[in-house]
């Protein structure tokens, strides 16, 4: 029971969309604009810095709360152990479901890039840095995010087999989640073959 309503409350944690919330303030629905996405990069295009800021800000907090808090509560008694040690990389999972297919907003949200380093930065610390390099070189060699998103979920689950970590929760949590992301970036694929993706050129080092 207990690991149900955990796993429920990260889900529903996830679920609360910063786009959606800032976009209400500011009286408008990111989905409606750009490419539909609720997250931080659509936001960035759409409407600016300091609201994409916002954005990615209030997404990462919810994968955090989802490990540091949730994943912890315990309203009947201890959790068996061999389901404790692997609650905090569900509840993180759980909460980045709830930010793609958040239950608020019709189950049309972001693509889980913010609220997964949230996760990682508690959990797996070490890998954010190579994560967050290769997500940076991928932009500014090609101008695409979601490949560069793709790339760094890729990479995360490298630093897992190079730790000797691939059979523990993390390794499989980072095999979960490079998968997810890829699903979650299909639309980006599909655009960068017919070569219609939206490129950051500004940011590109070598442009043609």
């Known amino acids: 029971m207990q690991f149900i309503i955990n796993i429920l409350l990260s889900y529903l944690i996830g679920s609360i969309s910063g786009s959606m919330v800032l976009g209400k303030i500011r009286g408008i629905d990111i989905r409606t604009m750009g490419s539909g996405n609720a997250g931080g990069t659509n936001a960035f295009r759409t ?36 389901i404790l040690s692997y609650m905090p990389v569900i509840c993180g999972g759980a909460a980045v479901m709830g930010h793609v297919y958040p239950l608020y907003y019709n189950f049309k949200g972001g693509k889980g890039a913010g609220t997964l380093i949230g996760v990682l930065g508690i959990l797996f610390p070490f ?76 940011i590109m080092w070598f442009k043609k």
């Open 127 to 202: 890998c954010v840095p190579f994560a967050l390099l290769s997500w940076f070189l991928v932009l500014v060699f090609t101008g695409f995010v979601g490949l560069g998103t793709m790339v760094s979920g890729l990479v995360v689950v490298l630093v897992a087999i190079q730790q000797g970590l691939i059979n523990t929760p993390f390794g499989y949590f980072s095999i979960f989640m490079a998968l997810f992301v890829i699903f979650t970036h299909r639309s980006n694929i599909y655009r960068m073959l017919r070569g219609e993706e939206n490129q950051f050129k500004k």
């Open 47 to 82: 409407v600016g810095s300091l609201f994409a800021l916002g954005v990615v800000l209030i997404d990462i907090s919810k994968g955090i709360i989802s490990v540091v808090l949730i994943s912890n509560l315990s309203f009947y008694g201890m959790i068996d152990e061999n």
